[in-house]
């Protein structure tokens, strides 16, 4: 597994939904989403494109109110942005959400920052140079490659992973969108070792990810409402 340092088990959790709804004008974008998840756990969102994956993900960050059901932590129905939540949840949008104007250093110190994370500088090159962006750090985002931009989100997760219990529960939307072979392997490590180590995961992805840890799929196409 990847190394991240010292760690401490966190807490066991759990996340539920319970009949989610989430509706656009007219349409339902789903309805009837419920499953749970538990610590040590990965549940994979399947389904095409515009199945709702992303608006379920925004939903469970509390980024998004659904017009029905609720969202549970530990059993009590969560508040929207709650500081519990924002503690215990990290959100990676499917974009991603780098300032072109920042270096991919200077990026990573600014996603720290809005995730209530700190981490020292050596730290900071330590996770750069893990997901092989070391040389690249101080290369402005507008010219990183969308590979390269979407390590720096992997960077952001090797931190998080760092700083548990911090952050016990990800939130990821096509993590491995744009990345090549290597870092598809680097991502897989990741998750993995944040799974095995009692975090948790909702990972909207088409690809097949080979965990050992317990992984259910929830598949949005049967859930879509016209």
């Given at each position: 597994m990847m190394a991240s340092g010292a760690s401490v088990s966190p807490a066991i959790h759990t996340l539920a939904a319970n009949g989610l709804r989430l509706e656009r004008g007219s349409r339902s974008i789903f309805d009837g989403v419920s499953f749970t998840v538990g610590s040590g756990q990965a549940l994979m969102l399947r389904g095409a494109n515009g199945s709702g994956k992303t608006s379920l993900l925004r939903t469970l960050a509390g980024l998004t109110l659904p017009d029905a059901g609720a969202v549970m932590w530990d059993g009590a129905v969560l508040k929207p942005l709650a500081a519990e939540w924002r503690g215990a949840a990290l959100y990676l949008g499917h974009t991603n959400a780098l300032k072109d104007d920042l270096s991919a250093q200077e990026n990573l110190v600014d996603a720290l920052s809005i995730d209530g994370m700190e981490a020292s500088q050596p730290a900071q090159l330590d996770a750069l140079e893990k997901v092989g962006l070391l040389e690249r750090r101080l290369v402005l985002a507008r010219r990183l490659s969308q590979g390269q931009k979407r390590r720096v989100g992997l960077a952001r997760l090797l931190l998080a992973r760092a700083q548990m219990p911090l952050k016990s529960l990800w939130l990821l939307d096509e993590p491995t969108n744009a990345l090549d072979e290597s870092g598809v392997s680097l991502f897989t490590r990741l998750i993995s070792d944040h799974l095995d180590n009692g975090?948790?995961?909702?990972?909207?992805?088409?690809?097949?990810?080979?965990?050992?840890?317990?992984?259910?799929?929830?598949?949005?196409?049967?859930?879509?409402?016209?």
């Open positions: 975090g948790m995961a909702c990972i909207a992805t088409h690809l097949e990810l080979k965990l050992a840890a317990p992984t259910n799929e929830l598949n949005l196409d049967a859930l879509v409402r016209n």
